[in-house]
C-alpha cells in the first residue's frame, strides 16, 4: 500500500474515533491514542514511518489548534489555566 493510502485510511480512521469518541462523550485524542496503541500491537501490521513534517501537519497540528480553539479565556479564570499563574508570578522572565 502506498503511504499517500496509508495517510488517508489513517484520516478517515480518526475522523470515525472522533466522531465514535463524542457519542460516547469521551475526549477524542484519548480515543485517538487508545486505537493507536491497540494497532501496535497487532502483529502482522507493517510499520510506517512517513516524515516528521508530514506528521506535524496532517496530524499534530490540526488537534493543537482544535483544543486552542474550545479553550476559552472565561474558562481559564475559573479552572487552573497556567497562563494567568505565570504573568503574575514573580520569577517571570522578561522576554528580551
Do not use: N
Not at 463524542?22 to 491497540?38: D, K, T
Not at 501496535?40 to 490540526?62: D, K, M, S
Amino acid at each position: 500500500m502506498d503511504l499517500f493510502e496509508i495517510i488517508i485510511a489513517l484520516l478517515l480512521a480518526a475522523a470515525l474515533l472522533s466522531a465514535f469518541a463524542e457519542r460516547i462523550a469521551v475526549p477524542y485524542p484519548a480515543i485517538l491514542a487508545v486505537a493507536g496503541s491497540a494497532i501496535a500491537f497487532i502483529p502482522g501490521v507493517p510499520a510506517i514511518t512517513p516524515e516528521p513534517a508530514l506528521v506535524l501537519a496532517l496530524f499534530v497540528a490540526p488537534i493543537l489548534l482544535d483544543a486552542a480553539y474550545d479553550a476559552s479565556p472565561a474558562t481559564c479564570g475559573t479552572t487552573s489555566c497556567p497562563s494567568q499563574r505565570w504573568h503574575s508570578s514573580p520569577w517571570a522572565l522578561p522576554l528580551r
